[in-house]
T-cell receptor, first 114, second 117 residues
């Protein structure tokens, strides 16, 4: 079956530090890959996505590249801000059979301090 | 901006009560989902629907039930709430692939935080 593994948190960084949150996946087909973000007390919001190998998703300074050879989709940001403090979820969507179920990682909490 | 709504946002209820968590979307999406999120943040799929009159159980067994009588509405019901049902419940929806656009993004509601005392 499909699975997503992401690094455990919490990750604590100083403002303007470089961020990497690792994500690797296992899938039977050719999934689409996503990063979602959850701010305190809120639902999940899509941060970025990539639908095929070597695609790079980007949004709000965050980037992630779909690496089929390493089955990875690591999230990066060059300079984090306090407002980036949230929980980040890596996910994949397997469209085999016309379905569209999302498989999530366990989430990584990011805390950015001044 | 996502057009998917959950009510109530917060609910505290006594053991044994029947409750229904509401979820509505105005995007015409075929697929809708319910996730349970535990305090450790992990998300567990408990129910999903691929269209009207279609409902399936998810990866995590749940005592709740769902219905999909209308495209836009996907309520979740607990017949007899227990403290073990205390959790955050997230509803989501997405479009069907094959519509001409590769659009597998899921949109989430803000969640219902349920506490059973």
């Amino acid at each position: 079956g499909n699975s997503v593994t992401q690094m455990e948190g919490p990750v604590t960084l100083s403002e303007e530090a470089f961020l990497t949150i690792n994500c690797t996946y296992t899938a039977t087909g050719y999934p689409s890959l996503f990063w979602y973000v959850q701010y305190p007390g809120e639902g999940l919001q899509l941060l970025l996505k990539a639908t095929k190998a070597d695609d790079k998703g980007s949004n709000k300074g965050f980037e992630a590249t779909y690496r089929k050879e390493t089955t990875s989709f690591h999230l990066e940001k060059g300079s984090v801000q306090v407002s980036d403090s949230a929980v980040y979820f890596c996910a994949l969507s397997d469209q085999a059979g016309g379905g569209n179920k999302l498989t999530f990682g366990t989430g990584t909490q990011l805390k950015v301090e001044l | 901006e996502a057009d998917i709504y959950q009510t109530p946002r917060y609910l505290v209820i006594g053991t044994g009560k029947k409750i229904t968590l509401e979820c509505s979307q105005t995007m015409g999406h075929d697929k809708m989902y319910w996730y349970q999120q535990d305090p450790g943040m992990e998300l567990h799929l408990i129910h999903y629907s691929y269209g009207v009159n279609s409902t399936e159980k998810g990866d995590l067994s749940s005592e709740s039930t769902v219905s999909r009588i209308r495209t836009e509405h996907f309520p979740l019901t607990l017949e007899s709430a227990r403290p073990s049902h205390t959790s955050q419940y997230l509803c989501a929806s997405s479009d069907r692939p094959g519509t001409g656009v590769l659009n597998t993004e899921a949109f989430f509601g803000q969640g219902t935080r349920l506490t059973v005392v």
